[in-house]
């Protein structure tokens, strides 16, 4: 069964610090892993998409690594601000359809002061 | 700015009332979805057009339909809206391939 794994569940930092959030996938066969940031109440928005050969990836302060070995993705998250505090998902696309996507349940990240 | 629009945020119906939630892209995909997002579980597909008058089931269309009659309008349908449907319903459009998804902002339906 295709399935994605994120962990933590949930995770606080202080404002500042860095954070990294995992991903693991059983998804096959592999066409692209993508990381979306969800707002309490709003819709996802992406962050990044890496394909099979990509490793890194960076927007701004994140970055998201990919090791299609081992199936295992994280984001890296850097000098956090209180605006990162969100859902992230983790989502893994099936090759050959734009339809087959998993999702993974999310890591709930709250920045404090 | 590319936008996926949804009709409403909220919506409040009743048992048995026809829900219908509407999404509109302005990107000329030709690729749109919808999903429903429950706690605990990630976004489910419902339903699926990759092009006019085109549609796929999704992981769980029961209870639903959908209705694609122009390229940027994707429609989904409660027809008989029961309890069991109270979630965050998400729209989204694709272009395809690699390129990515543009969610709409969500619409929070309660049935009651």
């Known amino acids: 069964k295709n399935q994605v794994e994120q962990s933590p569940q949930s995770l606080i930092i202080l404002e500042g610090k860095n954070c990294t959030l995992q991903c693991n996938y059983t998804v096959s066969p592999f066409s692209n892993l993508r990381w979306y940031k969800q707002d309490t109440g709003r819709g996802p928005v992406s962050l990044t998409i890496?394909?099979?050969?990509?490793n890194t990836k960076s927007n701004g302060r994140y970055t998201a690594t990919l090791d299609a070995d081992t199936k295992q993705s994280s984001l890296h998250i850097t000098a956090s601000q209180l605006s990162d505090s969100a859902s992230y998902i983790c989502v893994v696309s099936l090759t050959g359809t734009a339809s087959k996507l998993t999702f993974g349940t999310g890591t709930r990240l709250q920045v404090t002061l | 700015d590319v936008k996926v629009t949804q009709s409403s945020r909220y919506l409040v119906k009743r048992t048995g009332e026809k829900v219908f939630l509407e999404c509109v892209q302005d990107m000329d995909h030709e690729n749109m979805f919808w999903y429903r997002q429950d706690p605990g579980l990630g976004l489910r597909l419902i339903y699926f057009?990759?092009?006019?008058?085109?549609?796929e089931k999704g992981d769980i269309p029961e209870g639903y339909s959908v209705s694609r009659e122009k390229k940027e309008r994707f429609s989904l349908i409660l027809e008989s809206a029961s309890t069991n449907q109270t979630s965050m319903y998400l729209c989204?459009?694709?272009?395809?391939?690699?390129?990515?998804?543009?969610f709409g902002s969500g619409t929070r339906l309660t049935v009651v």
């Open positions: 057009s990759y092009d006019v008058k085109m549609k």
């Open positions: 989204a459009s694709s272009r395809g391939g690699n390129y990515g998804y543009t």
């Open positions: 890496m394909t099979f050969s990509e």
